[in-house]
């Protein structure tokens, strides 16, 4: 029975010292021995992570044990981190996440059959409350980045940061005006304007 760490943060900007010290401390502190920490530096908001995958599919056995510090190092989407942590645990892979306390009691040694039960009742409720939060969090996030797009956009803002638009070359009206009056190919009129085909019919388009 092994005791690995996952940590994971949503950027390369973003540093994983914490989270890894705070595992570290952890087990440190209760004598556990930590095999390692795997740690990926990407969205939350799916499973399709290098490092995760490696140990959720090639490392992790029944009976070890998996530490996080926070359910949203695992997943941002609440079904689906839900869902995972109900995988693991049918694999019979113990997962202890450090910002909720009760998931660091080792139920397997409880005598009492209810209260056992009622424990296991008050993790799934926390862990969905701490996933519901999660995508909350991140939900508004999205919401609060959709709304200042439209409010730059409204103000004529919006290309000092959006996608900068495509200049016309120094000759473009004249070579447009050859190709519309069928003169020139288009292929000459990008030749002569050394523009690729996307550009060429975008700056077209925007006529």
């Given at each position: 029975m092994a005791i690995y760490g996952y940590h994971r943060t949503?950027?390369?900007?973003?540093?994983?010292?914490?989270?890894?010290?705070?595992i570290t401390e952890f087990c440190k502190d209760n004598h556990y021995?930590?095999?390692k920490i795997y740690t990926d530096q990407q969205t939350g908001k799916n499973f399709s992570r290098p490092r995760y995958t490696v140990l959720r599919d090639d490392i992790l056995r029944e009976g070890d044990t998996l530490i996080i510090t926070e359910v949203d190092r695992l997943g941002r989407n609440?079904?689906?981190?839900?869902?995972?942590?109900?995988?693991?645990?049918?694999?019979?892979i113990r997962v202890m996440i450090l910002e909720i306390p009760t998931t660091l009691q080792d139920l397997s040694k409880m005598d009492n059959a209810m209260a056992k039960m009622i424990l296991e009742t008050v993790n799934h409720m926390l862990i969905e409350l701490y996933a519901a939060m999660a995508q909350a969090e991140v939900e508004k996030k999205e919401k609060r980045q959709r709304e200042g797009i439209e409010q730059m956009k409204a103000r004529g803002g919006w290309d000092k940061y959006g996608r900068p638009r495509i200049k016309q070359p120094d000759?473009?009206?004249?070579?447009?005006?050859?190709?519309?009056?069928?003169?020139i190919t288009a292929v000459e009129a990008m030749r002569l304007t050394g523009m690729r085909k996307s550009s060429f019919y975008k700056l077209v388009k925007a006529e």
């Open positions: 949503s950027t390369k900007e973003q540093h994983l010292d914490r989270g890894i010290n705070e021995k930590l095999e609440k079904k689906d981190t839900v869902e995972e942590l109900r995988m693991l645990a049918n694999r019979g000759n473009w009206k004249e070579v447009i005006q050859s190709w519309k009056a069928g003169e």
